[in-house]
């Protein structure tokens, strides 16, 4: 990963307008991974990008249907959780491969545990790691990778 910046964040809030604000820079066509341990604010970082498109979709953690669509905004934004999913076959199988064709993506994908699909996303992306600095400080580090 190539390494654009960092943030601190002092709680979720600040963590939701991070996001929020980061959304408003994007167009569509863009990935994002999420890379972080449960309870970092994945989910929270999704939030915040969600009402920055535009959208007012209640967001939740995809865990068990592994994708949620939030529309209502700019663009559609496709949140994937891939936790309890166990490889890029599984994942193709679903047929999430055709969310990372830029040619024909139509909103903005954003995929929680990509670490569990290896080798689905080779697209280029934008990869958001959420580390814990303590129980509300979170260090979040944009990078970009081909």
Same mark, same amino acid.
């Given at each position: 990963m190539d390494q654009l910046f960092s943030v601190t964040t002092n709680n979720d809030e600040e963590t939701m307008l991070f996001a929020e604000k980061l959304a408003k820079t994007v167009g569509k066509g863009v990935v994002f991974t999420l890379i972080g341990d449960l309870g970092a604010g994945k989910t929270h970082f999704v939030k915040g990008f969600v009402k920055g /498109? @535009?959208?007012?979709? +209640?967001? !939740?953690?995809?865990?068990? !249907? +592994?994708?949620? /669509?939030?529309? @209502? @905004?700019k663009y559609p934004v496709y949140h994937f959780d891939m936790y309890r999913l166990s490889s890029k076959e599984e994942a193709e199988e679903l047929g999430f491969d055709e969310y990372f064709d830029l040619k024909t993506l139509d909103g903005i994908v954003m995929v929680e545990w990509p670490e569990q699909v290896e080798g689905l996303i080779n697209c280029p992306h934008i990869e958001i790691k959420i580390e814990k600095l303590s129980d509300n400080q979170r260090k979040i580090i944009v990078g970009s990778k081909k």
């Open positions: /498109i @535009g959208s007012n979709s +209640l967001v !939740t953690s995809p865990t068990f !249907t +592994l994708l949620n /669509i939030y529309e @209502g @905004g």
